[in-house]
């Protein structure tokens, strides 16, 4: 393996998805070499600000400038608020003595690939979703090392290198886990398994709508294990017979949420998606209705493949639930099927393969 940088800054922050991913490079790093210097670059608003310190690495913070896509007050603000940000991002390579510059996309992204180019610090762009941001769309012109998670997009010099995971995602053995898995939920070994999720705030759409239908999966021998997001949980019903439909907050161990579950309903964030093609998992995804449409682009891979399904926000209805979900979940046949398809998509490495643009970043470096 050739030598690493010493230092690293790597930039990025706001949401889980660009975060997470963050996070996931920062300890493949570490793992390589225990003594590099790994420097985060977010906001003080961010969930960064929270998991950054959290996971044991140093965060600086840098304004947070937005980039407006249309005429605004914000647009008139935007040399002054970029000036600022550039200049903190600056100071943070320089005290870090980064020798490579990483961005994820998002608001922190373009003031460190900026000042990266000023300083002359190779830049790595690692691109999440399937339709690239402003940011990534900018680093991608100042670099030779662009990875994005997706085959289908779209990105100046790019290769794929796949979404970089958690380890307990990436390593995960869903047969081997799954009776564990069962007991932490409270779930029963003798009935298929459906996950809903909404992600971490939760998805009131799908709340709802299965909601309305907990007594029809019991009767049909589907057992559920429906993460509503926090301050969203419902009471199900008593349970009389049949299989257990078990209402949770959030989940800490989403690796035996995944463990135990046979077919997910989900959004399809970048994340979400490759967590569950990473893992072989068939899913039903839900795009959120919102933003710039990007994640129904996410799920294009996987449902081409045939290990997803894909059904509007709208369409998310008891009804859809009884005509599509249940046939579904009692159809091991299909299920596996879609699972193997899943898989055929998925990437484990991503975390490694993102290191190894890092290094190759690294070495060119050096050679300047």
């Known amino acids: 393996m050739s030598t690493g940088p010493a230092s690293v800054l790597l930039a990025g922050g706001g949401t889980a998805g660009h975060v997470s991913p963050l996070l996931a490079l920062a300890d493949c790093l570490r793992r390589r070499d225990p003594d590099v210097t790994i420097t985060a670059l977010g906001t003080q608003e961010g969930l960064e600000a929270r998991l950054v310190p959290a996971r044991g690495y140093d965060l600086r913070t840098i304004p ?17 608020n970029l000036r600022a940000a550039v200049d903190a991002a600056a100071q943070a390579i320089e005290e870090s003595g980064a020798q490579v510059v990483v961005g994820f996309g998002g608001y922190v992204s373009s003031p460190a690939y900026l000042a990266a180019r000023r300083r002359g610090i190779p830049i790595v762009v690692h691109e999440q979703n399937a339709r690239p941001g402003i940011a990534n769309r900018l680093g991608a012109r100042l670099s030779r090392h662009v990875g994005t998670t997706f085959r289908s997009t779209e990105l100046h010099g790019a290769s794929v290198v796949g979404m ?21 939920f409270g779930l029963e070994e003798n009935w298929p398994t459906l996950l809903v999720t909404g992600g971490s705030l939760g998805a009131q759409r799908l709340n709802a709508a299965f909601e309305e239908r907990v007594d029809a999966l019991r009767s049909a021998g589907v057992q559920v294990l429906h993460i509503t997001g926090a301050g969203k949980e419902f009471v199900p019903g008593s349970q009389v017979s049949g299989p257990p439909y078990a209402v949770v907050p959030y989940a800490d161990r989403m ?19 490759c967590e569950l093609t990473a893992v072989g998992l068939p899913a039903v995804y839900v ?27 709208a369409a998310l209805t008891p009804a859809y639930i009884d005509s ?13 099927r879609m699972s193997e398809a899943a898989a ?9 393969n993102l290191a190894d643009l890092v290094y190759a970043a690294a070495a060119e470096g050096a050679k300047r």
Do not use: C
């Open 287 to 313: 795009p959120l209705p919102i933003g710039n449409g990007e994640q129904r682009f996410n799920a294009a891979d996987v449902i081409a493949a045939g290990g997803g399904r894909l059904v509007e926000d």
């Open 164 to 184: 970089p995971l958690r380890r307990e995602v990436a390593l995960l053995d869903r047969a081997a886990r799954r009776s564990e898995a069962l007991a932490h």
């Open 64 to 80: 947070k400038v937005p980039l407006p896509r249309r005429p605004s007050a914000d647009l008139l603000r935007l040399p002054g």
């Open 255 to 273: 690796e035996l949420a995944y463990a135990a579950a046979d077919l997910v309903v989900a959004r399809a964030g970048a994340n979400t998606v």
């Open 324 to 336: 599509e979900i249940i046939p579904l979940m009692r159809s091991g046949e299909t299920l596996h």
């Open 344 to 352: 055929s998509v998925g990437e484990r490495g991503g975390d490694e």
